[in-house]
């Protein structure tokens, strides 16, 4: 752990910056990812962005769903480019990038990354050195997925470093959570993953949702189950979704927007525990 400390005291610049196994610096990536479609994984990604944003980080938000582009919605803005103008348009990631509120920005991957798959030798140079220029070594990159457990959804929470699943306590969102961790597990994709309970009424049923999933995953997986927080069934969510704005920002002391608060403080406090490897020279092998 030399690396933190640089003979000026310690540099705080680099406190959400992870050594990766290799000793290169590089940025947080973490994938949201669900198994069941309509839990709420673009509503947390969008909010724990605007979160982790007003705490001084600087966020960018991948909108990695190939059909649908959904933290737009949210957002109230759509990007008119996307991975796709990069790939064929000549464009850079910096000029496709839509600007969220508090100096988020937003890359819709569009159909952008099945193409990743077409790129010769040296275009795929080109591209993972524009990720690298683009992406800030002390940011963090939150990745918006599908719904559904299928190959797209796979390669992107394999590629990055940690995983947040979004469950809630219907029986058919547990069921599809565990059945994504179990393949995580299995195919040794990742050593562990950070659970969030959406729309819990309480403490307690959050407690017992989460409870459901570690148990079973500590009977029958090799996989470390750890507890992100909850966010409340909170009606300002659905208000805020209408009028296309995201609730940390309409109600930011809503039960939901506190949810997201103490959620964004674990993560962050949990930065340093977090061996990275380069989210992009990752995906692109899964896509090649
Ligand atoms: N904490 C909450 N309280 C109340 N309603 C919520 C909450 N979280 C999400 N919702 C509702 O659920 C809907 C679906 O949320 P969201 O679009 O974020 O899910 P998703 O997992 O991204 O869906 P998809 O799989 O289609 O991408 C939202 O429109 C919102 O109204
Ligand atoms: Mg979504």
């Not at 991948?62 to 737009?72: H, M, R, T, V």
């Not at 040794?188 to 309970?197: M, Q, S």
């Not at 189950?225 to 930011?252: C, E, M």
Request: charged letters at 20%; a positive charge.
């Amino acid at each position: 752990m030399k690396l933190w400390h640089h003979g000026k005291g310690h540099d705080y610049h680099h406190e959400n910056v992870i050594k990766n196994e290799g000793g290169l610096w590089g940025p947080r990536a973490i994938a949201v990812a669900s198994g069941k479609g309509g839990v709420g994984k673009t509503s947390i990604t969008v909010n724990l962005a605007i979160c982790l944003a007003k705490m001084g980080n600087r966020v960018t938000i991948f909108d990695a769903d190939l059909g649908l582009a959904n933290a737009e919605v949210l957002f109230g803005i759509t990007p008119p480019y996307s991975l796709f103008e990069v790939l064929y348009g000549g464009m850079t990631l910096d000029e496709i990038a839509a600007q969220g509120p508090c100096g988020i920005r937003v890359i819709s991957g569009g159909s952008g990354f099945l193409e990743m798959a077409n790129l010769d030798h040296s275009h795929r140079r080109q591209l993972l050195r524009m990720f690298n220029q683009f992406v800030n070594k002390d940011e963090i990159v939150l990745i918006d997925t599908s719904a559904g457990i299928n190959k797209n959804v796979l390669g992107f929470v394999a590629a990055a470093g940690e995983v947040i699943i979004v469950v809630t306590p219907e029986p058919t969102s547990l069921t599809d959570a565990y059945a994504l961790i179990k393949i995580l597990a299995n195919f040794k994709l990742h050593t562990e993953v950070n659970v969030v309970v959406n729309r819990a009424a309480d403490s307690k049923e959050a407690m017992r949702t989460l409870e459901r999933i570690s148990t079973a995953a500590g009977r029958f997986l090799e996989i470390k189950v750890n507890y992100l927080g909850w966010v409340p069934d909170d009606k300002s969510v659905s208000q805020a979704v209408k009028i296309q704005q995201p609730y940390y920002i309409t109600n930011r002391n809503s039960p939901a927007s506190r949810g997201i608060t103490r959620i964004a403080e674990l993560l962050v406090g949990n930065a340093r525990l977090t061996p990275q490897e380069g989210f992009w020279s990752k995906l692109m092998g899964l896509f090649s």
